[in-house]
């Protein structure tokens, strides 16, 4: 075994392991290791993601949990990325970014065309699942949900330190109906971040952008995460760390203060509700 930087997908996986063996065998971190013959720092380092097991490890730890060759040869054809310094991943996993969203001290991101994922109302996230239609109907709710369980971060007495930038294209997107927006523009004001909208007097091109985050962490080595709708990928490489930064600076240079953020977001909301008002048939 040996012991190198942690990655995204390696604390997951580790913790995969941890929730694997409190199922199965019931027994401590200590008990564990004292049944498979290793020191507990070995059992703990693998189940943070600090080190890499070594097929003999995972064998050993995952017989003891009761699993199967199958389970076994599956488990080890994920873990062999685990510490790769890019990683790819299905969109529908989610965990690796809760985790990685849980486990942050500060959050910076950008989105081009929708409202940022932490920040997005029920309704609103409902809506853009189906109108985009890609998404099969009996799976929306399943995805809203964890949409809204990755918010609860935000609720945390020590949550993250978080960014937004959006573009304003985004605010322009109408994703449901009026009502819709309308609480989707509040919650985006009133929930406890730093808003930064990037004007469209910058330019429609920069929306097209994809959507990005940068994970900083107060042990770890930070994260750049980028998004499509086919993959997700985590870097721990330097230079893709130093590009997400550098990328950050130059939409701070582009982008609204904060206070002219939130003062062209309430033109928005006042906006409208002068629409809906038009839109309400007169009383005899």
Not at 43 to 49: A, R
Not at 89 to 110: C, G, H, Y
Not at 274 to 284: F, G, K, T, V
Request: net charge negative; aromatic share 10%; glycine share 6%.
């Amino acid at each position: 075994m040996t012991a190198i930087t942690s990655t995204a997908y390696s604390r997951d996986l580790g913790d995969e392991l941890r929730r694997l063996r409190e199922k199965h065998t019931r027994l401590t971190g200590f008990g564990f290791a004292e049944q498979l013959g290793w020191d507990p720092s070995k059992v703990s380092n693998i189940e943070n993601g600090k080190a890499r097991a070594s097929e003999i490890d995972l064998v050993q730890y995952l017989m003891t949990c009761g699993r199967d060759s199958n389970y076994f040869e599956a488990f080890r054809d994920r873990y062999r990325y685990a510490f790769d310094p890019y990683v790819l991943v299905v969109p529908d996993n989610l965990r690796t970014l809760a985790m990685a969203e849980a486990q942050a001290t500060k959050i910076t991101s950008f989105d081009g065309l929708t409202m940022p994922g932490l920040a997005q109302t029920p309704e609103y996230a409902r809506a853009l699942l189906t109108e985009g239609g890609n998404e099969a109907p009996e799976n929306i709710e399943k995805y809203v949900q964890l949409r809204i369980d990755r918010q609860s971060i935000m609720r945390r007495p020590n949550r993250p330190e978080c960014t937004f930038y959006v573009h304003e294209l985004a605010l322009r997107m109408r994703v449901g109906s009026a009502q819709i927006m309308e609480e989707q523009y509040l919650r985006l004001l009133f929930q406890p971040h730093s808003l930064r909208i990037v004007p469209m007097s910058a330019g429609i091109a920069i929306a097209m952008r994809s959507a990005r985050r940068l994970f900083s962490f107060e042990k770890m080595v930070p994260v750049a995460y980028s998004e499509t709708d086919v993959a997700q990928l985590f870097a721990h490489d330097g230079k893709a760390i130093a590009s997400s930064r550098e990328f950050f600076k130059w939409l701070d240079a582009l982008a609204l203060d904060e206070g002219q953020s939130r003062s062209m977001l309430t033109d928005y909301v006042s906006g409208l509700r002068e629409d809906l008002n038009d839109a309400r048939p007169e009383l005899a």
